[in-house]
Every structure is written in structure tokens, then in C-alpha cells.
């Protein structure tokens, strides 16, 4: 089975892959995942979209075809993909349905998870991620103060470099958080209609629990 999750950054897509990824039996793809762990690592990737990410701009898709290529002809995919982050520009929707006809692939379905633009702010504003098992929290939970263990893996420290486990991401600052949600509206959403055009979508309201989103996620895929 092979999925694509599109929508906001911070409207749960993330949260809603695990789920799906523990019912369906298919591998998460999460394409800002491989670019941030290309940043960590050094690599020349890494060196070269660093800056773009950070803005909150897009990676160039030249680039992000490759990616994209690379990963899905690795050999743990047998059960399917999920791919979450990826297409994000109508330029790579066209040459991704493309490169499916060539492999002889399909997508299953395309959940397009939605909420309104000021309940983004509000939750990515205070959104921590762990750089030692990658888990994403929100600092509401946590009252006043700060945590300084993970609460998913316990980490205090990242593993490889001694940094906090708990930090923010550069990219969720309220400025760059209102910038890629004006990415998304201009440029992600029409990747959505195109892929529409060839499988099918179906959008989902993100508001609400985890549990109620995971609950329409799951109503639609059955
Ligand atoms: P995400 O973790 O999905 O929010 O992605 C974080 C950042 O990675 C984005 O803001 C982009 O800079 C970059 N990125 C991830 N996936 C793509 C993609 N398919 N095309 C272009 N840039 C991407």
C-alpha cells in the first residue's frame, strides 16, 4: 500500500504517520527528516540545503527528485511507503506520477490534513523536538517550565553530539511558521489537485485530538 500525508507544517502529520504506519505496515518517508538528519551528518546535501530550510523556503526539486529516487529504490519497501513532506510543488507532483507510471507503481490514497492558519501558529509556536528519537512535543503540556529529559526516550543529551536532546526547530519561529504556510497555500496545495487528478484524495479536518484525526484517517482508508 502506498500513501501520501499532505498538509500544513504542524497540523499533526507527523503524529498521524506513525499511526498509520503501525496500522498499514508500510515505512514513514518523512523527506524534511532525511534532509534534517543530511544536516546533522555533514553531508554535501546537507551543506547545501541548510540555509533554504531554515528560512523556510523550499529545497530546489531537481534536488528533492533525487532524493525521493534514491529512497524509494532502497530495498525495505516491499509493504509500501508513506510519504509525508513529499510532493510539495506542483513541478514535483507532475515528474513523481510520472516516475510512478515508468516503476509501474500507485498511490492508494492522498490525505490532505487541514486546519485554519492561526491554530498553526498556535501549536508550532510552542513546538520542541527531540534530536535523539525525533518525537515532536508541544511546550503547552509542560506548564512553565521548560523539560530537560525527553519524555518519549528519556534522552537528556543528543547521543552524537552532546547538544540538549530538547531544542526548537529554526523553522518554527512564529515569523518562518507564517512563511511556510504561505508555501503550502501557493505552493503545496496545488501538488494536492494535481495528484487528485490521478488517485484518490481525500482531505481531513486536522482540528481536534490526535485521536479524533487518527479516528477520520482511519474512516476513509477502510
Ligand atoms: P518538514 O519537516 O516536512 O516540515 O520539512 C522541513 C523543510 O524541509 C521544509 O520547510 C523544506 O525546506 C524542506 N523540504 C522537505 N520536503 C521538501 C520537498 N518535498 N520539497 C522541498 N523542500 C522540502
Not at 510512478?100 to 501558529?121: C, F, K, M, S
Not at 518525537?135 to 547538544?163: A, H, Q, T
Request: net charge negative.
Amino acid at each position: 500500500m502506498n500513501i501520501v500525508i499532505m498538509g500544513p507544517p504542524g497540523v499533526g502529520k507527523g503524529t498521524q504517520s506513525h499511526g498509520i504506519v503501525d496500522t498499514k505496515g508500510v515505512v514513514h518517508i518523512s523527506t524534511g527528516d532525511i534532509l534534517r538528519m543530511a544536516i546533522r551528518s555533514g553531508s554535501e546535501l546537507g551543506n547545501k540545503v541548510h540555509e533554504v530550510m531554515n528560512i523556510g523556503d523550499l529545497v530546489s526539486d531537481d534536488l528533492m527528485m533525487e532524493v525521493i529516487k534514491e529512497r524509494l529504490s532502497q530495498d525495505d519497501l516491499g509493504n509500501g511507503w508513506l510519504l509525508d513532506g513529499f510532493p510539495r510543488t506542483a513541478v514535483q507532483a507532475t515528474a513523481f506520477i510520472a516516475m510512478l507510471g515508468e516503476i509501474g507503481q500507485t498511490i492508494d490514497t492522498v490525505l490532505v490534513v487541514r486546519a485554519p492558519a492561526e491554530e498553526i501558529v498556535r501549536r508550532l509556536n510552542g513546538r520542541i523536538t527531540c534530536r535523539a528519537c525525533n518525537e515532536v512535543m508541544n511546550l503547552v503540556g509542560f506548564g512553565s517550565s521548560r523539560p530537560k529529559f525527553c519524555p518519549f526516550c528519556g534522552s537528556e543529551k543528543d547521543p552524537e553530539r552532546g547538544k540538549p536532546a530538547l531544542y526548537q526547530r529554526a523553522d518554527d519561529t512564529e515569523e518562518t511558521i507564517r512563511h511556510r504556510l504561505e508555501v503550502f497555500r501557493k505552493k503545496t496545495l496545488p501538488a494536492a489537485w494535481l495528484l487528485e487528478e490521478h488517485y484518490p484524495l481525500f482531505e481531513i479536518d486536522g482540528l481536534g485530538t490526535p485521536e479524533e484525526v487518527a479516528t477520520r484517517i482511519a474512516e476513509v482508508m477502510n
